[in-house]
């Protein structure tokens, strides 16, 4: 999957090692041959277990440059756009990185004409980590889908890529967020961000989506501690982010009614944990399921019987 993998899965799967202090002063390695239950809680867990001090991971060459395409359609094109980027997406090479960003606003980025900053509509950016020639193929059908308002397509160094929205999330924003995970972009959840793109006080506040598959569903289900199911699916985001207080109070509405508006499109309740503001037992329960939370609430036992590590989504111990 390449870019923007650091946040769903393949770098847990990568995990060698972790140093831990934990609750009690202690600081220990965690991998598969030392503390193996702390380190299959760890990567997926959060901060429940302790505070990890240094990561060691597999490691993969990527770059210099990689190969990007960055479309964006209009309100005015209604679903049609969202519709051509939800066809495109399962046929892209397993290797591309994949963000969906729904009932956006156009950034004032570089790459954007002038004149459609700000414009309300949906996008979608690809990231190529082949030739120049295999990006090419990957993208066309996105252009013949439903041809996009303004479009960006070239090589950028994969550092530049990883900064390429850094402009979405400005120092001292305010922000709230819940997430859910869809076995499917269906029309009737296209239907719901449509319909609620024009209703958001902030230009920051959207909805970023993102596909799983490839290498992630190749993981088995037990194998991390990882709070979804590892079959391919969607991790849809509403993101509030504001810079003022004002803002912040409507667009936290925004996000709990497109959540709620897409709860029935969805398995359960469970979402991401990374990508959840408000504490909510129920919902990290039912992120994790039956089975993961119930061993990850005995090893949360083991390692923080007091539950000093709580200001998270919290495990609490058997």
């Not at 831990?20 to 867990?45: E, I, K, N, T």
Request: some cysteine; proline content about 8%; aromatic content about 10%.
């Amino acid at each position: 999957m390449g870019w923007l993998t650091h946040k769903f899965g393949l770098s847990i799967d990568n995990l060698e090692s972790a140093e831990v202090v934990l609750p009690d002063g202690r600081v220990v390695l965690a991998s598969a041959d030392q503390h193996p239950d702390l380190f299959w809680a760890l990567r997926g867990g959060g901060g429940n277990f302790g505070v990890v001090t240094r990561f060691d991971f597999r490691l993969h060459p990527v770059g210099p440059e990689v190969h990007v395409g960055f479309f964006f359609w209009g309100a005015d094109q209604g679903r049609e756009g969202p519709r051509a980027a939800r066809n495109a997406i399962p046929g892209l090479p397993e290797e591309t990185g994949i963000l969906m960003a729904a009932a956006m606003n156009a950034p004032p980025a570089p790459f954007v004409p002038e004149q459609h900053h700000f414009a309300p509509g949906h996008a979608l950016v690809v990231a190529g980590f082949g030739s120049a020639e295999d990006h090419a193929q990957a993208i066309a059908p996105i252009r013949e889908g439903c041809p996009p308002l303004f479009e960006f397509v070239g090589p950028m160094p994969y550092t530049a890529l990883q900064q390429m929205l850094d402009e979405a999330a400005p120092w001292g924003a305010r922000a709230y967020e819940k997430a859910l995970y869809l076995d499917d972009l269906s029309d009737e959840a296209i239907d719901v961000l449509v319909e609620w793109t024009g209703d958001r006080a902030s230009p920051l506040s959207f909805v970023p989506i993102f596909w799983l598959g490839g290498a992630y569903a190749r993981v088995g289900e037990d194998d991390t501690a990882y709070g979804g199911r590892r079959t391919p699916q969607y991790v849809v985001s509403i993101a509030a982010v504001c810079l003022d207080t004002e803002a912040l109070t409507a667009d936290r509405e925004w996000v709990r009614s497109v959540w709620d508006a897409l709860r029935p499109l969805a398995a359960d309740a469970g979402g991401y944990v990374n990508f959840q503001t408000d504490p909510d037992e129920d919902r990290v329960r039912a992120s994790y399921g039956p089975a993961k939370y119930d061993r990850l609430a005995r090893i949360k036992a083991e390692y923080d019987r007091g539950n000093v590590l709580h200001r998270n989504m919290n495990i609490k111990p058997a």
